[in-house]
């Protein structure tokens, strides 16, 4: 079993930066995929940025923005975002799964339960 913790979200202005953390119990994560998704209001849960092993990936919308980054030592995962923009306001969500990267919601074992992160214009 994996627990997951997410912080760090809050309300930003358009052009600010937010780091996100997600603090990992239950399992060393050094061999695990980490992945962060969001959920705006009315929409589905997709796909933000995920890294494993030594490889990552992005969303289109994010890349050039947001940064994945992970401390093994202290089991946390971190989600840096810069330039926000309204449209990236939605609830973020950490994951983790056994394996790839996968931007498939589906495929991810263990979750967070989300911060929120408001961007005004």
């Known amino acids: 079993q994996v627990q997951l913790v997410e912080s760090g979200g809050g309300l930003v202005q358009a052009g600010g930066s937010l780091r996100l953390s997600c603090a990992a119990s239950?399992?060393?994560?050094?061999?695990?995929?980490m992945g962060w998704f969001r959920q705006a209001p009315g929409k589905e849960r997709e796909f933000v940025v995920g890294i494993s092993g030594r490889s990552s990936a992005d969303a289109d919308s994010v890349k050039g923005r947001f940064t994945i980054s992970r401390d093994i030592a202290k089991n946390t995962v971190y989600l840096q975002m810069n330039s926000l923009k309204p449209e990236d306001t939605a609830v973020y969500y950490c994951a983790t799964r056994a394996g790839s990267v996968t931007p498939d919601t589906r495929n991810w074992n263990y979750w967070g339960k989300g911060t929120l992160v408001t961007v005004s214009s």
């Open positions: 239950g399992r060393p994560f050094s061999n695990l995929a």
